[in-house]
């Protein structure tokens, strides 16, 4: 998709511009996890050193923080295409798309620094087996008998900053943009704006949704939590460039004329 978006003219706008970013996120989420499981898989060697659980856990948290916030932004493009069209091209102008994705990353990797710096403090008390097949928060405060203030403040804010907040604005942005198409009398215009939505209403879906049922998932169900897990890092990721590809006529027709 990034390739896609690289090469091809037609695409230079802002929301592929965020699209190419969340291509880019998913491939994080794949080669964070998906090649240290396979190794434990072939080998028959569970062991991760503090070093790469540590490492894994890092980008991880990077690769979250870039996704809940993009998906937020692009919600933002959304809102201003279908309720201030004529000031797109000056709100969500090329130079200032560069700076919102650049400052994207920068923040989520400070963020994800903080947080596991933070984890670094903390010791294990009861066991060093985590049962699950990548290193996440979730597994690695449950075995720990020190929480400490700092991570309590950091766990908090990234929270509010990354989770709580993102959702709060992507549903007010739909709520304006709800607003605005009902009120289009003609049909054929409200089912035009309508599907420009579409796709990512269909990624923001099944991103919080698999995000809800793993955190609603009891502490001690470590096989619904290994599963969960596992669609939320290796088939969500896999699942977003296809909704785009086949729900955006530009991106069917750019990957056409490659062809």
């Known amino acids: 998709m990034s390739s896609i978006t690289c090469l091809e003219v037609q695409l230079h706008k802002p929301m592929y511009l965020f699209i190419c970013n969340l291509s880019i996120v998913d491939i994080f989420y794949t080669s964070v996890t998906v090649p240290k499981l396979l190794h434990m898989l072939l080998s028959g060697n569970h062991i991760v050193s503090s070093a790469q659980c540590y490492t894994q856990l890092y980008f991880f948290i990077t690769a979250a923080s870039v996704e809940e916030t993009l998906l937020f932004v692009m919600a933002y493009d959304r809102y201003v295409a279908i309720c201030d069209p004529l000031h797109y091209n000056q709100i969500l102008s090329k130079r200032n798309c560069i700076v919102i ?33 990548f290193c996440d928060v979730k597994s690695l405060t449950r075995d720990t008998c020190n929480v400490t203030e700092m991570f309590l ?107």
Not at 122 to 133: K, L
Not at 165 to 181: A, D, H, L, N
Not at 206 to 234: R, V, W
């Open 153 to 259: 403040i950091i766990d908090g804010e990234g929270f509010l900053l990354f989770g709580v907040v993102p959702v709060i604005c992507i549903f007010t942005s739909y709520f304006k943009i709800f607003f605005v198409v009902f009120k289009i009398k003609s049909e054929e215009s409200r089912s035009k704006a309508f599907s420009t939505c579409s796709s990512h209403i269909a990624v923001i879906s099944i991103y919080y949704g698999t995000c809800l049922a793993e955190l609603l998932i009891p502490s001690h169900s470590d096989i619904l939590d290994l599963s969960f897990n596992i669609i939320y890092t290796t088939i969500v990721p896999m699942t977003n460039p296809i909704i785009y590809s086949l729900k955006n006529c530009n991106v069917q027709s750019a990957i056409l004329g490659l062809i």
């Open 101 to 133: 994705s650049f400052g994207i990353w920068v923040v989520a990797f400070l963020n994800s620094l903080l947080y596991v710096t933070s984890v670094l403090y903390m010791s294990s008390c009861h066991s060093n087996i985590i049962h699950q097949f």
